[in-house]
């Protein structure tokens, strides 16, 4: 969402958003090895995240004063080699850990990393693969696992993210980030300072996307130049938008829960539940071995268009959307019945059940 929120609405391309992600992923993680001055193991996670969001921003300054002096296709690649930059940077950097290229990982501590009000345990809950927290009783009657608590409080740091942004984007700041997208030579005309309005913009979503890093390091409590600075990372987030639909803030989550969706059904594991599993388990052994040409049984098929080549079917997929689906899925429904689904859906609702 935070991509979305610089590329979507000012119509820039930005390909450098793993600098942003990976600083605040290190970040967590560095702290609490106790390696940053101030910032150590006891530091409340709330407060890290706060500060893995204004250290991606200070690094989002950095690059944006320097890549909003291009535009167009020389901007996407500028902020991508500052990325790439930074990656190969803490790759080599002996700071990190005593084999940087492999990454860091939390040491010394089993305990998970909190979220809710600091200091009060009540209100707060532990995130991250070692904890073995569980909830029972939850608001009287919910139970729920370690993972089920992680996945809510991630997700409740998520809304209220959610929320800010779109607060951002309803603002005048916001309509004259539309306004640039639309027509920046008009914007200018009209008096506006388009270069300090997407400066600010950009530090906005880098502010955001270190906060993303910070949660996945927290929940993982561990991160590598590879899931936190390697381009590929923005290339995730650039998916999930075109998925979801470019300017829909939201629509680069349902983007993102559809490529995961997607990559699980196809998957060979599918420990959710896929397609292969379910063909092995409902076929049955007969249908199995029959042979369909040549030698070559149901089961061998099936093990060679669907084994192992989920991210091949994902590929189609995306290419589908880029001809069929131009607008993503949210972009696409919000055409379709013309608005934003929040404000379209409930009056549709009322006048249906007035007829």
Not at 52 to 73: D, K, Y
Not at 141 to 159: M, Q
Request: aromatic share 14%.
């Amino acid at each position: 969402m935070s991509f979305d929120f610089i590329s979507g609405y000012t119509g820039y391309l930005s390909f450098g958003h793993a600098a942003f992600y990976g600083t605040g992923a290190y970040l967590v993680v560095l702290a609490a090895n106790g390696k940053l001055p101030l910032l150590g193991p006891e530091t409340p996670f709330m407060l890290l995240l706060v500060l893995a969001g204004l250290a991606a921003a200070v690094v989002a300054v950095v690059v944006g004063s320097v890549s909003f002096r291009l535009s167009g296709v020389y901007f996407a690649m500028i902020t991508l080699g500052f990325s790439q930059v930074l990656y190969v940077f803490v790759r080599d950097w002996d700071f990190v850990g005593s084999t940087p290229q492999n990454g860091v990982a939390v040491t010394g501590t089993t305990e998970g990393f909190r979220i809710g009000v600091p200091g009060v345990d009540s209100l707060s809950v532990a995130i991250g693969q070692l904890t073995g927290d569980s909830v029972d009783g939850f608001l009287g009657f919910i139970s729920l696992s370690a993972t089920e608590v992680s996945f809510y409080a991630v997700g409740a740091v998520v809304l209220v993210c959610y929320l800010l942004l779109q607060r951002l984007v309803h603002s005048p700041f916001g309509r004259v980030l539309v306004a640039i997208r639309e027509n920046e030579e008009r914007a200018r005309a009209v008096g506006y300072n388009t270069y300090l309005y997407k400066l600010t913009a950009f530090v906005f979503s880098g502010f955001f996307a270190g906060v993303a890093g910070a949660l996945f390091a927290g929940f993982r409590r561990s991160v590598t130049p590879e899931n936190g600075f390697y381009f590929l990372v923005a290339g995730d987030a650039l998916l999930a938008s075109i998925l979801g639909g470019f300017g829909t803030l939201a629509g680069p989550l349902y983007g993102r829960l559809f490529d995961q969706s997607a990559r699980e059904f196809l998957s060979k594991e599918g420990g959710g539940g896929g397609l292969l599993p379910y063909l092995r388990d409902n076929l049955g052994e007969a249908t199995l071995s029959s042979e369909l040409f040549n030698g070559v049984t149901v089961s061998e098929t099936i093990d060679t268009f669907l084994n192992g080549h989920a991210a091949l079917f994902v590929g189609l997929l995306f290419v589908c959307f880029v001809l069929y689906v131009p607008d993503g899925v949210l972009g696409t429904l919000r055409m379709r019945y013309g608005g934003p689904l929040a404000k379209v859906l409930p009056r549709r609702l009322a006048d249906w059940l007035r007829d």
